[in-house]
């Protein structure tokens, strides 16, 4: 870890402000696994019953301090995708159920998230967790988001919210997702931890439900007018792009 992390507005918090945050994810992820406990149990047999495979997706992530640990969603694909086809998830990959892909859509997948956030390895709002070998080329600008809890939603997941359609524009979507989305992905995540605070987590978990209930958009957008992308961003992606 650098100490580039000291170089931000926004963190370090204090420790009483860290455990305030902690007891609020703590307390909303219980209520919510309490309240959405049925619309769980009947996702959790929609799959089982729908396709041949396990009920949850477990992928190792990293996590605040470099700490690895396994994300939960709904699963969505065949049994056995990662040896069907890239790493990389784009809309129309053949490999996506036919309830998968409504519940991804919807976001539904995202849900067994909740258990992430009461274990205490994920935060309601925070950069979203990356795999391995991405988290191994972050630069030293970049490595201070891991100073913090990852989350379930952030600029990022609100201003990529249809991130599938994005990458099938390219031909490589490994190399477009590495070069192109990844990079600015970890812009916004720095812009949160330059920002951070218990309002602007407050307007970013509204976002959320706001962009969830609203057809995604192929064009890339600020979250808000009060939530930009950081000055001098890439212009958005078009077809015409190459990975």
């Known amino acids: 870890m650098t100490s580039s992390t000291s170089h931000s507005q926004g963190w370090p918090w204090p420790l009483h402000r860290r455990a305030v945050k902690r007891a609020l994810d703590l307390a909303v992820s219980s209520g919510a696994l309490v309240v959405l406990s049925p619309l769980l149990a009947v996702i959790g047999c929609a799959v089982k019953l729908s396709s ?5 997706f477990r992928q190792e992530r990293i996590g605040r301090s470099g700490r690895r640990f396994r994300i939960l969603k709904f699963r969505t694909m065949v049994e056995g995708a990662p040896n069907r086809g890239p790493s990389i998830t784009a809309s129309g990959d053949p490999r996506v ?3 998968g892909g409504l519940l991804r859509r919807a976001k539904l997948d995202e849900l067994p998230q909740l258990f992430n956030v009461w274990m205490g390895d994920m935060s309601l709002v925070g950069p979203r967790p990356e795999v391995p070998r991405y988290v191994e080329n972050y630069s030293d600008e970049d490595r201070p988001v891991l100073a913090i809890r990852p989350g379930i939603t952030d600029l990022a997941s609100i201003t990529y919210r249809d991130e599938e359609s994005l990458l099938a524009q390219f031909p490589d979507r490994e190399q477009g997702y590495v070069t192109v989305l990844l990079p600015r992905k970890l812009a916004l995540a720095r812009d949160y931890l330059r920002r951070q605070s218990f309002r602007l987590d407050l307007e970013l978990l509204l976002r959320t ?5 609203r057809p995604p958009t192929s064009r890339i957008q600020a979250a808000s007018p009060g939530l930009e992308l950081p000055a001098g961003r890439p212009p958005p992606i078009s077809s015409s792009r190459r990975g």
């Open 97 to 99: 159920t036919r309830l």
């Open 209 to 213: 439900l706001l962009v969830v209930v």
């Open 52 to 56: 041949p495979g396990p009920v949850l």
